[in-house]
């Protein structure tokens, strides 16, 4: 798991405060992503990021900001979040057109949301 | 968009026996990956199947591709109480990265 990294691994917060999330690939990929994982429901993807830039919006609500600074990190800014929003929060990064395993998503740890 | 249905959603099995997991996709895909996901824990990369036909094993697994009828499998053989996890196949859109996970197989392997 040290390829990539995310933290914290648990966080509970209040609906009024504002908490990130951060990730971090050490794997030399040149795309990331957000994802959202609730109990009994698939996997859904958040954000997209290819080289840096915003590629996909998934229709997320505003109170989730993304950030990437550079091609290793990936943030997510929280604020005013829902009790629903209590969830598995994963990253994950992959390398576009690569020779080999193209495009294989690989996965971080996952931060466990709670909103309290 | 891309629709994906795995079956079955829940699966108990002695060890020892043998059995298949199916996905179903509904729109064309240049390549299908397999995933699985122990309890509390990520998603581990299994397998990436990149064309037709393409069929791949490690130990116990083998996942196949038949992208004329949208349909991937994931045999288990003779299984053991290690498999116990969920397992998810993702298909990837013919453009761009997007992966579209499936409900995920919530294997069981009893003694």
């Known amino acids: 798991e040290t390829g990539v990294t995310q933290t914290p691994r648990h966080l509970v917060m209040g609906m009024t405060n504002k908490k990130s999330l951060k990730c971090e690939q050490h794997l030399g990929h040149n795309a990331m992503y957000w994802y959202k994982q609730s109990a009994k429901k698939p996997l859904e993807l958040m954000f997209v990021?290819?080289?840096?830039?915003?590629?996909e919006n998934n229709s997320v609500p505003s109170r989730f900001s993304p950030e990437c600074p550079n091609s290793s990190h990936l943030f997510l800014h929280l604020h005013t979040l829902q009790p629903e929003d209590s969830a598995l929060y994963l990253c994950?990064?992959?390398?576009?057109?690569?020779?080999?395993?193209?495009?294989?998503?690989?996965f971080g740890p996952g931060t466990r949301l709670t909103v309290l | 968009e891309l629709k994906v249905e795995q079956n079955p959603l829940f699966l108990s099995m002695q060890e020892g026996k043998n059995y298949t997991i199916y996905c179903n996709y509904s729109?064309?895909?240049?390549?299908l990956y397999w995933y699985r996901q122990d309890p509390g824990k990520s998603l581990e990369s299994l397998f990436v199947l990149l064309s037709n036909g393409a069929v791949k094993q490690e130990g116990r697994l083998m996942a196949s591709l038949d992208t004329k009828a949208r349909l991937s499998t994931l045999h288990i053989t003779a299984a053991v109480h290690d498999l116990s996890a969920t397992y998810f196949c993702?298909?990837?859109?013919?453009?761009?990265?997007?992966?579209?996970f499936g409900e995920g197989t919530q294997l069981t392997v009893n003694p």
């Open positions: 993702a298909p990837k859109e013919t453009s761009g990265s997007r992966l579209t």
């Open positions: 994950a990064s992959s390398q576009l057109r690569g020779d080999t395993n193209p495009d294989t998503q690989y």
């Open positions: 729109t064309t895909s240049d390549r």
């Open positions: 990021y290819n080289f840096k830039e915003q590629t």
